[in-house]
């Protein structure tokens, strides 16, 4: 049975070869491909490198304060489209966000999620992302229900700023041990 990512890896596969164009880059491949705008596009940091390097990025549609965004900087629709070491990565680097929101905002809880395909959720189906949301007692209230509005006490700006500034910390800690 042929799926629709295996024909979207095989014409992204062609294209590398020369052969015909590539599904459209989503935001994700053009963050990836700029890191001169790391700051602009809210990407706090990036990990790995060559088919192994990812990056922690701020969701500019936020389910709730410090939500963050772990992809891989090559795009495949599924999960099963990266290789096992890739998929290693990508769960180091998610462990890694999820240790930089616990030290940055104290949540009470973590959601982590990967909405794969359309169908499923995901707001960038070419490239799949895993969502690292910081949960609250109460942060979800009758405004989000009654009037679908979703309250964000944090500027965009100022979370990105917060989290690396908390970043550099613990990697100058790391470096030092």
């Known amino acids: 049975m042929k799926l629709l990512s295996d024909d979207l890896k095989g014409k992204r596969e062609s294209a590398r070869a020369g052969q015909e164009s590539a599904p459209p880059d989503s935001f994700l491949d053009e963050y990836w491909r700029s890191p001169a705008d790391d700051e602009s596009n809210h990407v706090i ?68 999620g990967v909405n794969q395909g359309q169908a499923a959720g995901a707001g960038v189906p070419t490239h799949l992302h895993v969502h690292v949301i910081p949960r609250w007692m109460g942060d979800v209230n009758f405004i989000d229900t009654v009037g679908k509005i979703r309250v964000i006490p944090s500027a965009l700006d100022e979370m990105a700023a917060r989290f690396r500034e908390v970043w550099s910390a613990i990697e100058l800690s790391n470096t030092n041990s």
């Open 45 to 112: 940091a990036r990990l790995g490198s060559g088919d192994a390097g990812g990056m922690i990025l701020l969701n500019r549609y936020p389910y709730a304060n410090g939500h963050l965004l772990v992809a891989m900087g090559d795009g495949r629709a599924r999960l099963l489209d990266y290789t096992p070491e890739q998929r290693a990565a990508l769960w180091s680097i998610v462990d890694r966000a999820v240790g930089l929101v616990e030290a940055t905002l104290n949540p009470q809880g973590v959601n982590i």
